[in-house]
């Protein structure tokens, strides 16, 4: 007995590595002495800090904002005195003006989570509004104000919403543990997202090496039949949102600038999902989210609920600390996470996982020798590039041709590196490339 | 074989014919000013003057859309030979040189990780800006090395790329390269320049170097001529102030003042 799942063209299949977390149930982190809050914490404008240094503040008080279209405000964490604002070592590896705030130890609510009206009975714009208001933004990773996302322009009609419950990334089992724990409100979420947009379609996809969250959801979901659970079939990257669109609606997103709206579509993680009933129902803010502390360096392995603004350090001393020979240290998933140089960095809205890996579970840093044309990377490319010779184009400056190659709609997944037998540094290249392109762009405007 | 001979040469002949007529009947005519300019220029096509390459520069001289000093690495002669064509008055320009705004040598400055990546700054710096834990520093993987079209830089030893000045001629095709802005232009008269790029001061920048500029303001307090500014940091000199008397290299307690052509010297005064 064989049954057919749904999949997509290319992709490869690393080993999940869930099994280190994956039964461990969300635990909530002790609260932290100090939060460090970077004012870019999102795809878009950075916020303006609205507190100053030795103010009070309460848990979940808005204390950055801005007035640009594409931004999210960020909430204080804890409740306690800003002491500085300066530049603080963040995820992406540069610096950032950082606000810091010292607990009080009392963690109080600037406004208690009430259950307020029922949301299904509030206006669409009313939903967007508290949306952008409590910070949400795609806690998948990419950390786009879903605020924006929610806001299809005239013209563009919308037929479907996706929650991506795929996790695809190894080890990452954070989405995994809130489908299994809190499937009826990652469904309201949903159902939140259907009104706001006025769509009749909802799916929820997951990758099949879930089948507890796949029945949890199909569960919460059942008395909904404008909800679908759609079981997938496990490929990295999965998660992508054009491979699930492709996927689930066997539509096909155009390359950029065209976005899956243009299709119909808006995907969103189904943390993302949950964040947005705890904002709309609840009235409560983004100051947590649920991140994966997992790899062989860490000693006991968890899915943490943290305060944003919580230090790797500290997240990681809740997990016993390190053990063995600690090689790396990743904020997100091993193929798209960012290796970080310190553990002074904070949890931001866009952190899934922190994962502490020791030297067996890297590979060897081999130097990167020259392209031997086996096109395995042809093969494994999600995007249906040909990566190895856009890798070359990049190596040598050639961005004309790159740029003709569609070195654009590289969505930086791995997948070439991953069975790359010459280990060249294929995603490297490729980004060099799309920043070198872009950089040109903006200095030649279109005549 | 003489069919050969008399088959191949009739066939030569009759295509050099198409050819020639080819030439007259489709010729374009150049203005004589613009291949004269075109012998003139350097013909490095660095692209220092905007123009897609020499060519495209000489046509726009001609057009009278582009100065000749436009042109930052032709020689002083050939810029009044070109103002001459052109039947313009000839100004005198400041000959400017290249140099770079950091130190931070590898055993002087910090790093904050093992980069692994491609050997190419503008691609080492997309992680987080590179992996100097200067944010301001020399990445010296080279990329104004490949970018210099009259081979004037090379790559020193310890990590930084050295600029020789005589070769330079101040096009600035390597500051467009440069993802850290850490080369800048200076006249090639300036008696001394300060080597550091950082935007930090004191305690920030001797956390991360041992040869940066503490913006600690003790040149400028000590130079009588008030040539010496602080910039975000920077402690800058203005060329036309300078006289050269050199008190602020005394003062300097990084003591990395330092003349333009005396790299070698003053290093060793550091040490000392």
Redesign the interface.
């Known amino acids: 007995m064989s049954i057919k799942l749904k999949t997509f063209l290319g992709g490869i299949h690393p080993p999940d590595q869930k099994q280190l977390s994956a039964s461990h149930r969300i635990e909530d982190a002790p609260l932290p002495k100090r939060v460090y809050l970077p004012l870019t914490q999102h795809i878009g404008a950075p916020a303006i800090a609205r507190v100053k240094v030795g103010q009070k503040v309460l848990k979940g008080e808005k204390i950055a904002d801005s007035e640009a279209l594409i931004c999210a405000p960020i909430h204080a964490s804890i409740s306690g005195t800003v002491v500085d604002i300066k530049n603080h070592p963040h995820p992406s590896g540069s610096e950032v003006p950082t606000i810091i705030i010292e607990s009080d130890g009392r963690d109080l609510w600037f406004q208690e989570p009430h259950n307020g009206q029922d949301p299904l009975e509030l206006g669409p714009e009313e939903i967007r509004g508290m949306i952008r208001e409590a910070g949400i933004v795609g806690l998948g990773g990419a950390a786009f104000p879903t605020h924006v996302k929610l806001s299809p322009p005239e013209g563009k009609p919308i037929d479907a919403i996706i929650l991506n419950g795929a996790e695809c990334e190894p080890y990452l089992t954070a989405d995994y543990r809130l489908m299994v724990e809190k499937a009826k409100e990652i469904v309201q979420g949903l159902r939140i997202l259907l009104h706001v947009l006025g769509v009749e379609r909802g799916y929820i996809g997951i990758e099949a090496n879930k089948p507890e969250a796949i029945s949890a959801m199909s569960k919460a979901a059942s008395s909904f039949p404008q909800i679908e659970v759609v079981s997938l079939k496990v490929r990295y990257p999965q998660g992508a949102e054009k491979q699930l669109i492709k996927t689930i609606l066997n539509r096909e997103v155009p390359p950029p600038p065209a976005l899956p709206l243009d299709v119909g579509v808006v995907v969103q993680n189904v943390g993302t999902a949950y964040a947005i009933y705890e904002a709309v129902s609840l009235r409560k803010p983004l100051i947590e989210r649920i991140v994966t502390v997992s790899g062989r360096g860490i000693k006991e392995p968890k899915n943490l609920r943290l305060r944003l603004g919580t230090l790797f350090a500290e997240a990681i001393g809740y997990c016993g600390g390190f053990q063995g020979k600690v090689e790396k240290i990743l904020m997100g998933g091993p193929m798209m996470g960012l290796a970080q140089y310190t553990t002074r960095v904070p949890v931001i809205k866009g952190t899934s996982g922190i994962l502490v890996l020791t030297k067996e579970e890297c590979p060897q840093a081999a130097e990167a020798s020259h392209c031997i044309n086996c096109g395995l990377c042809v093969r494994a490319c999600p995007m249906r590039l040909v990566p190895s010779l856009i890798g070359t184009f990049c190596e040598k400056g050639l961005l004309e041709e790159a740029e003709a190659y569609h070195v654009l709609d590289c969505i930086e997944c791995g997948s070439c590196v991953y069975v790359c037998p010459a280990k060249r540094h294929l995603v490297h290249l490729m980004k060099y490339g799309k920043s070198a392109i872009l950089a040109k762009k903006r200095k030649q405007p279109k005549a | 074989m003489i069919a050969a001979v008399a088959t191949l040469g009739g066939v030569a002949f009759i295509l050099a014919l198409g050819l020639g007529l080819a030439s007259r009947i489709f010729a374009v005519e150049q203005d004589p000013k613009v291949s004269a300019i075109i012998s003139l220029l350097p013909g490095a096509n660095c692209g220092g003057c905007g123009y897609a390459g020499c060519a495209g520069f000489a046509q726009a001289l001609v057009a009278g859309q582009a100065a000749p000093l436009e042109c930052k690495a032709s020689s002083d002669a050939a810029i009044q030979e070109i103002s001459k064509i052109l039947g313009i008055v000839y100004v005198p320009k400041e000959k400017m040189i290249a140099k770079l705004f950091c130190q931070g040598r590898n055993d002087k400055a910090k790093v904050?990780?093992l980069y692994?990546?491609?050997r190419?700054c503008?691609?080492a710096v997309?992680?987080?800006?590179g992996a100097k834990a200067c944010?301001y520093g020399c990445l010296g993987f080279g990329s104004c090395v490949k970018a210099c079209p009259f081979g004037a830089i090379s790559m020193g030893p310890e990590g930084l790329p050295k600029i020789n000045e005589n070769a330079c001629t101040g096009c600035g095709a390597c500051i467009r390269a440069c993802p850290k802005g850490v080369i800048q232009l200076i006249p090639a008269r300036q008696m001394w320049y300060i080597p550091c790029n950082s935007r930090q001061r004191g305690k920030a920048v001797r956390q991360v170097c041992d040869v940066g500029c503490l913006a600690c303001g003790l040149c400028v307090k000590s130079c009588p001529e008030q040539a010496i500014t602080l910039d975000d940091n920077r402690a800058l000199i203005d060329p036309q102030r300078c006289t050269g008397c050199g008190i602020c290299v005394e003062r300097c307690p990084q003591k990395i003042i330092q003349s333009p052509g005396e790299m070698k010297e003053v290093a060793a005064v550091s040490k000392g």
């Open positions: 904050k990780y692994q990546g491609i190419d503008r691609a997309l992680l987080g800006g944010a």
